[in-house]
T-cell receptor, first 113, second 112 residues
Framework: KQEVTQIPAALSVPEGENLVLNCSFTDSAIYNLQWFRQDPGKGLTSLLLIQSSQREQTSGRLNASLDKSSGRSTLYIAASQPGDSATYLCAPSSGGSNYKLTFGKGTLLTVNP | ETGVTQSPTHLIKTRGQQVTLRCSSQSGHNTVSWYQQALGQGPQFIFQYYREEENGRGNFPPRFSGLQFPNYSSELNVNALELDDSALYLC???????????FGEGSRLTVL
């Protein structure tokens, strides 16, 4: 059974800081891994998708890496802004389907002006 | 804007009642998944539909059931509601082999 842990659970930083969010998962037999952003009471917004054969993906100020063998992924956010404040969730897909995602509890990020 | 729309956005039910939640997937997407997100938790996989057939199920009892229609829209039905069913129910669609999921804004269910 896939289990996902995200560290830290919460993070508060000043605007402009670079930061790293960590995700670990127990079953390395994954199809891909997605990072999502969730604003309070809202749905999930897809940020980055990394296929199991890839090592990293980049989109603007975001960079996600994947080390499948060690069961780890990181999300790097450069030059953080107050608008980045949200909960960040990582979700590997496994269990016989590239659409069945297992989520961690997320990291609550607050970027202070 | 992902193109995945869910209704209703909020609803309140009492214990023992039944509820139907609806999802319109993004145009061209033939796979729909449903997730339950309790307060303070990450979403949990309920089930997935591909071309109108259930194609995977998480650890949820049979009173959680679903349908996918020929236009790929979907319904989630929950019978005999319990207090613990209070949660945000999220629908996600995908239509590519890449496996990227796009989520709707969710339906917030409160069971009293």
């Amino acid at each position: 059974k896939q289990e996902v842990t995200q560290i830290p659970a919460a993070l508060s930083v000043p605007e402009g800081e670079n930061l790293v969010l960590n995700c670990s998962f127990t079953d390395s037999a994954i199809y891909n891994l997605q990072w999502f952003r969730q604003d309070p009471g809202k749905g999930l917004t897809s940020l980055l998708l990394i296929q199991s054969s890839q090592r990293e993906q980049t989109s603007g100020r975001l960079n996600a890496s994947l080390d499948k063998s060690s069961g780890r992924s990181t999300l790097y956010i450069a030059a953080s802004q107050p608008g980045d404040s949200a909960t960040y969730l990582c979700a590997p897909s496994s269990g016989g389907s590239n659409y069945k995602l297992t989520f961690g509890k997320g990291t609550l990020l607050t970027v202070n002006p | 804007e992902t193109g995945v729309t869910q209704s209703p956005t909020h609803l309140i039910k009492t214990r023992g009642q039944q509820v139907t939640l609806r999802c319109s997937s993004q145009s061209g997407h033939n796979t729909v998944s449903w997730y339950q997100q309790a307060l303070g938790q990450g979403p949990q996989f309920i089930f997935q539909y591909y071309r109108e057939e259930e194609n995977g199920r998480g650890n949820f009892p049979p009173r959680f059931s679903g349908l996918q229609f020929p236009n790929y829209s979907s319904e989630l039905n929950v019978n005999a509601l319990e207090l613990d069913d209070s949660a945000l129910y999220l629908c996600a669609s995908s239509g590519t082999s890449v496996g990227e999921l796009f989520f709707g804004e969710g339906s917030r269910l409160t069971v009293l």
